[in-house]
């Protein structure tokens, strides 16, 4: 899976009703030994470590691989890679890179690639656990508002979630700095003032600053920031009664939210966590379908 835009809306309803399943206890196995590899060029806790449970309770074979030890730090392409791993017998990668859309120099890849997230590009995993965690809440996304603040412009999260939220029935507002937003940043929703958003929405998910994306360094006192643009206990008194706090993390405690708020009733960022095994689970299960492999399926 490279984007969602490529995946056709029944085939993402069939992965997130999947993803439920594993949620409430199915088990799959993949029949035979079928070797994984993870590739991350970027830092990561939450999705790298998602994944590669994802892959071991499919009964995946997790492969050893560590990007800055590779020989892409040789010179090697990233292409020349994926073809070493193809020709060892690995028969999906999942990778993670800071270039946007990395993955248009493997379209000569014959392995199934999983796209972890791509610089400012697109975050597919995370956009559908974010959509299974709302589904759980709610029952539905169709109708709902969904509110993501924060610094939209540098987020792939914001990019897949949105679009994925719009075409599933949402309406999605954004908020957050306004030299962070231009109007190719509001096709997948509508600008609004942080403390009208927070009064209006059903959904909302809340983003760090992306320092590592900026061209030039915003020094922002954590103070100013979470009074301007981050949830404060005074702005999550005014969210409707059964309004949920999203974020993709890692958490910038005191900055994009106040530190008690993270696990407050309403915080859903450690279901949306555990949401990411499942997800996981059913994106790749999807994938090596398609590619003709076979799973056992049984409930605990």
Known sequence: MIKLARVSTESIEKILQEAQQFADGKVSKIKGDVFAANLFFENSTRTKTSFEVAEKKLGLQVIDFEADKSSIAKGETMLDTIKTLEAIGVEVAVIRHSEKRYYDQLQDA??????????VGSHPSQALLDALTIIQEFG????????????????????????????????????????????????????????????????????RIQHERHERTFNFKSEDYLKKFGLTK??????????????????????????????????????QMQN?????????????????????????
């Open 140 to 207: 539905k996304i169709e109708g709902l508002k969904i509110g993501i603040v924060g610094d939209v412009k540098h987020s792939r999260v914001a990019n897949s979630g949105a679009g994925l939220f719009r075409r599933m029935g949402a309406k999605v507002y954004f908020s957050g700095p306004e030299f962070w937003f231009d109007e190719g940043m509001l096709v997948n929703g509508t600008y609004m003032q942080f403390d009208d958003l927070v009064k209006e929405v059903d959904v909302l998910m809340l983003l």
């Open 276 to 300: 990411g095994v499942f997800a996981r689970m059913a994106i790749l299960k999807f994938d090596l379908e398609n590619k003709g492999f076979e799973f056992v399926d049984s409930q605990n």
């Open 234 to 271: 005074e702005r999550e008194k005014k969210m409707k009664p059964n309004a949920i706090i999203m974020h993709p993390a890692p958490i910038n405690r005191g900055v994009e939210i106040d530190s008690e708020l993270v696990e407050c009733e309403r915080s859903r960022i450690f279901k």
């Open 110 to 119: 014959k392995l199934s690639i999983v796209n972890a997230g791509d610089g």
